[in-house]
């Protein structure tokens, strides 16, 4: 990918020379594939992982599948016991990703601290590269545009947040363009970004959703429009006392792309994730991520799925 971006002096990274950092990585394929950066966000509540790749594994966990993660960080910061069940495959690296999160009046801002290793096509085992689903889920510009070409006949999702976005040179998070959005999403099956990704640019969705099948726009508790086959839906959000929406885009989309892999029903699929989406921002962090029971009786009782008329 084309750098466009400088990282802070405090960000830079260095790669070690030394074998990768496995973690219950004898799965010899798994069902579903996450390649990208996990993280360690600086909270008020102290340090804590994170990462579209952690959030996502631990959802297809729930759904009942072997899920596997690609990854780049420091030993020190891998949080297995985060991780219990998943295969993990992490490049050794001088710094793990890290976010600091800084509340203003004008909302949320993310400032970069730490930047893992890039991450290619020889990060990945061998055996994974056959996964059914591939997940590509950067958040820092780690991964190369032409990987999503890489899976020819696989079910690729795509959460572009990484692509979407550029640092200051003290970190601070923004948005950015995407010159290798059409590379990207020419082998994607389906997308899943937030408006916020996009900041807050409604005039950028019409481009994007003619790149890609399915594109998914999530605005948080306003829901999500899904754009499929030319046309515009909105997906209604169900209400919820919310207590951290941090993840909740992630585990949408990793709800999304597993549900619309097993049914093609597109519709289906981001109800059942909005669902989901709504259930995750009770909790905080990665314990927001739904268990196999609460996933169990989303999928037994789809009359629960169903909204109002004036909602679609």
Same mark, same amino acid.
Request: hydrophobic share 45%; with cysteine; net charge positive.
């Given at each position: ?16 020379? +030394?074998?990768? *950092?496995?973690?219950? #990585? ?12 996990? #993280? ?34 420091h030993a020190a910061d891998l949080p297995a ?41 020889? &990060? ?15 958040? +820092? ?6 990987? +999503? ?6 079910? %690729? ?39 916020e990704d996009l900041g807050n640019d409604e005039?950028? *969705? ?9 594109? %998914? ?18 997906? =209604?959000?169900?209400?919820?006392? &919310?207590?951290? =929406? ?7 989309? =990793? ?9 093609r029903d597109p519709l289906a699929a981001a109800?059942? &994730? &909005? ?17 196999? =029971? ?19």
């Open positions: 990918m084309k750098t466009h971006q400088k990282v802070p002096e405090q960000a830079r990274t260095a790669f070690f020379n +030394a074998a990768a *950092i496995v973690y219950n #990585s004898s799965m010899p394929t798994p069902d579903y594939l996450v390649i990208g950066h996990l #993280s360690q966000d600086m909270t008020p509540e102290g340090p804590r992982p994170g990462g579209t790749a952690a959030y996502a594994a631990r959802t297809a966990r729930a759904f009942g599948l072997r899920a596997a993660i690609a990854t780049a960080c016991n985060a991780l219990e069940g998943i295969a993990v495959h992490c490049i050794p690296s001088a710094a793990t990703t890290t976010f600091a999160l800084e509340t203003t009046p004008r909302g949320r801002r993310l400032h970069l601290r730490a930047r893992a290793a890039s991450l290619g096509w020889e &990060a990945i085992p061998e055996g994974w590269r056959r996964a059914p689903i591939v997940h590509l889920a950067p958040i +820092a510009g780690e991964l190369p545009a032409d990987l +999503a070409g890489r899976f020819p006949g696989r079910f %690729v999702g795509i959460t572009p947040q990484g692509w979407l976005r550029a640092w200051n040179a003290d970190g601070t998070i923004r948005p950015a363009p995407w010159p290798e959005a059409e590379a990207v999403l020419s082998h994607a099956t389906a997308a899943v970004l937030s408006l005039s950028r *969705i019409p481009a994007l959703a003619a790149l890609v099948p399915v594109l %998914v726009v999530t605005r948080g508790a306003a829901g999500a429009t899904l754009h499929w086959q030319g046309e515009t839906h909105t997906i =209604a959000a169900p209400p919820t006392q &919310a207590v951290d =929406a941090t993840g909740a885009g992630d585990i949408f989309a =990793a709800a999304f792309f597993i549900r619309l892999y097993h049914t109800r059942l &994730a &909005a669902h989901t989406a709504s259930l995750s921002v009770q909790r905080r962090g990665l314990a927001s991520t739904l268990s196999p =029971a609460e996933i169990r009786t989303l999928l037994e009782n789809p009359q629960n799925l169903r909204f109002p008329p004036e909602h679609l």
